[in-house]
């Protein structure tokens, strides 16, 4: 899934990746039409394997998301003890992917443009980048391709691990966005040892999901945290009650790409600053790059 790119303070990726718990259901069969009696329809998977199904569905819809580029504008508000915003800031982002690899353009801060300076900064920045990959050779360019693919793979795998980490069960039926879909939470299991390093932070948090029932596919997700989550020693520590929530939507009958991500938490940054944040995060504009998206450098796009 894709990450909030340049949020100060804001949780490390692996918390956003987490909070993208996605899960699925099945289709429910048609009772009989026997005049006289009636079927009820089968009941759907246990919700563990549904789980299971949507984590499978989760990582492999990253091959999709690379062909799409987009507009992501992050806000973020600092909050009193009253929960008052009392500083609030903003970049809007153009996100393509250069040479296999995606890349964040600035093009506003605070929804206003650039200043000239800034927007010089900006274009060298773009320039240099291109001007580096375009240079590289076939065996450096495979490397990098290679470690991003490795470092992401890494990074979501641990969602397969959710279905062990968490007993969940069906609490109702809803319409969303126009879809059919279960409602389900997840309590952790007290059992559960993680594999990878990343899913050590799954027992703190209790997921809450949307899942469309006819694909397997979830349309929102929430997250509480339930026992505080700590990164770099104390450098920073994460505390319960924090709440993050993500909704998706599906572009081109192909891909589920985001739409929408909040998250508001308290933390204590380095034993000393303690701050209560939220940031918000709106997705737009997906194009597809091989077909209708904007290339920049238009000459080096593939064609």
Sequence with gaps: MRELSKVKLSPPACVIFIVI???????????????????????????????????????????????????????????????????????????????????????????????????????????????????????????RLADFEKRHREEHSFLLEVPEAYDFRILREETLNGRSAYVLIGEPRQAFRPKLNAARVLPKLRPKLWIGKDDYQWLRLEAEVIDTITWGGFLLRLHSGSHIELEQTLVNHEAWLPQHAHISFDARVALLKSIRLEVEAQFSDDKKFRADSKIISVEEAPH
Aim: aromatic content about 4%.
């Design 21 to 143: 718990l996605g899960v699925s259901v099945s289709v429910l069969s048609q009772a009989n039409n026997h005049p006289q009696s009636s079927q009820l329809p089968p009941a759907p998977p246990a919700p563990n394997e549904i789980v299971r199904r949507a984590m499978e569905h989760d990582v492999s819809n990253w091959d999709k998301e690379t062909n799409y580029t987009f507009m992501q504008r992050i806000e973020q508000r600092e909050l009193n003890s009253d929960g008052n915003a009392k500083s609030t800031k903003s970049e809007t982002e153009e996100i393509v992917f250069l040479y296999g690899q995606p890349y964040a353009r600035l093009v506003k801060r605070n929804d206003q443009a650039l200043s000239d300076s800034e927007a010089r900064k900006v274009e060298k920045k773009l320039n240099d980048t291109m001007d580096k990959r375009r240079q590289e050779s076939p065996a450096d360019r495979q490397k």
